[in-house]
């Protein structure tokens, strides 16, 4: 698609009146704007497909494809901003143009300040809008929060995760996340889904290690009827249902390796063959899989293929553990507090210093989900708008700072409690993006207590 670089904005007029082309041509020239034009909406939607406009003027009435009909085929696919036009339209006309997507409508015949108000109109519009994104992401950014789909963080290496997913999201490219469980996988390919060009289409899960092998194959790829015995009708498969959309296989190292063969041949030649049938079909689906397992050790036995794992790791997102990202703990227990106090009819306002000491502390197997878990029993046992220890499962206070033998050089106390502390500090300040007042109250220790010792153990942000 050609890209407009010129700082004129570029327009498409869509009429099938000659004189009404020539006349908006003419006058919109002298506005200032770059002006194509169309006879009718399928010569409309052939130069949309070549050309980036800002506006698109539009008649409803028209031969081979209407405005309406033109409309509803390229509301998804362009960015531009579309105002109709018509001699021949009612209230409910405008209504419908409206909920199709239209930004303005104009009645026939028309004065040529009116078209020009109505561009002017929505070229304010889309500058408001470029500001509101750029604002909210400079207050994302002041915040230390970033955010991708469903998933929130503030961790430099989450933004790197999210910003890789939504590269990924504008291309068709087969992607591989890996992750330990609980980790957000499902999130992640979900915002790839939804972030690209297939979101209106279907997003169909699998999880390869939920469903029992003998009935995968039938699962993934359908059947025909009289295939085996209770196949009474056709029925169509997971990969069959995606068509158009994404399949995600979670999982996908715990997939049999005889099925491995058949996915391997959907990602190489975009088709399926029904469990009895003698035929092929043609798919368009886009894989997204994902493991917690270490598939390049896996591929160095007989579990899994390694021309299939070359196939599905054309894009990698790798998402760490919660514990080597504990700055994102916070933020994360504000989200699912706020979510629980709407889902609960509760007024929880937060979570006291200590409590949040054993939150940060904790090594977090269960990841993002066990958090989730343990917030929402926290908050249905919580007597107080603020959560305390106690709300907290007893597992969490016995792990704390649970140092191991190996972990201390020599045997003077005086040192390990040294170095203990000046870890902890440094944990505090990194688990709140160098806020020396919130770490002090995660430290439970005075502010200028804080301050002078980073003075002595020589920390510095």
């Not at 409508?105 to 078209?115: G, L, T």
């Not at 996915?263 to 689906?285: A, H, M």
């Not at 599905?312 to 514990?323: A, S």
């Amino acid at each position: 698609m050609e890209k407009n670089t010129n700082t004129q904005k570029r327009l498409l007029v869509i009429d099938d009146e000659e004189n009404m082309r020539h006349m908006l041509n003419a006058m919109l020239k002298k506005f200032g704007y770059i002006v194509d034009t169309a006879a009718d909406g399928f010569e409309g939607l052939i130069m949309v497909d070549s050309t980036q406009y800002d506006f698109i003027l539009c008649d409803i009435k028209m031969p081979k494809m209407n405005g309406i009909e033109f409309l509803k085929k390229v509301r998804n696919k362009i960015s531009a901003t579309i105002i109709m036009m018509s001699a021949y339209g009612t209230m409910d006309t405008a209504i419908e143009a409206m909920k199709e997507g239209a930004y303005d409508y104009i009645s026939k015949p028309f004065k040529a300040d009116e078209v020009f108000l109505s561009l002017k109109k929505a070229e304010e519009r889309e500058r408001l809008k470029r500001e509101n994104r750029f604002l909210r992401q400079e207050i994302e950014k002041i915040e230390g929060r970033y955010s991708f789909g469903n998933m929130i963080a503030k961790s430099k290496i989450m933004e790197s995760v999210f910003t890789l997913s939504a590269k990924a999201a504008q291309y068709n490219t087969t992607v591989l996340i890996v992750g330990e469980s609980g980790t957000g996988k499902e999130l992640i390919a979900r915002g790839i889904h939804f972030g690209g060009s297939r979101s209106k289409k279907p997003l169909v899960p699998v999880n390869c290690g939920g469903i029992p092998e003998n009935l995968l194959e039938s699962e993934l790829f359908g059947y025909k009827k009289g295939a085996f015995t209770g196949a009474d009708r056709d029925k169509k498969g997971l990969f069959e249902e995606a068509d158009s959309g994404t399949i995600f296989l979670d999982e996908i190292g715990d997939l049999p390796i005889s099925l491995q063969v058949k996915i391997l041949r959907v990602l190489q030649e975009n088709e399926i063959r029904p469990i009895g049938d003698s035929k092929t079909k043609k798919i368009d689906v886009r894989v997204i899989s994902a493991t917690s397992k270490n598939l390049e050790e896996e591929i160095k036995t007989p579990a899994f293929r390694q021309d299939l794992y070359y196939r599905l790791n054309v894009l990698t997102v790798k998402i760490p553990p919660l514990r080597e990202r504990a700055e994102d703990i916070p933020l994360l227990c504000d989200h699912f507090i706020n979510a629980l106090n709407i889902k609960l009819n509760n007024n929880i306002k937060g979570i006291s210093p200590s409590a949040m000491s054993l939150l940060l502390e904790y090594e977090w197997p269960g990841n993002v989900r066990e958090l989730e878990n343990i917030i929402e029993r926290a908050v249905v046992l919580a007597e107080q708008p603020i959560l305390i220890p106690d709300n907290f499962p007893p597992e969490l206070a016995n792990k704390k700072a649970n140092i191991k033998d190996n972990d201390i050089e020599g045997y003077s106390i005086k040192a390990a409690h040294i170095d203990v502390e000046k870890k902890l500090i440094q944990k505090a300040l990194e688990a709140t993006n160098g806020n020396r007042t919130k770490a002090s109250q995660l430290l439970e220790i005075s502010h200028p207590s804080l301050l002078s010792k980073m003075k002595v153990y020589d920390i510095k942000l």
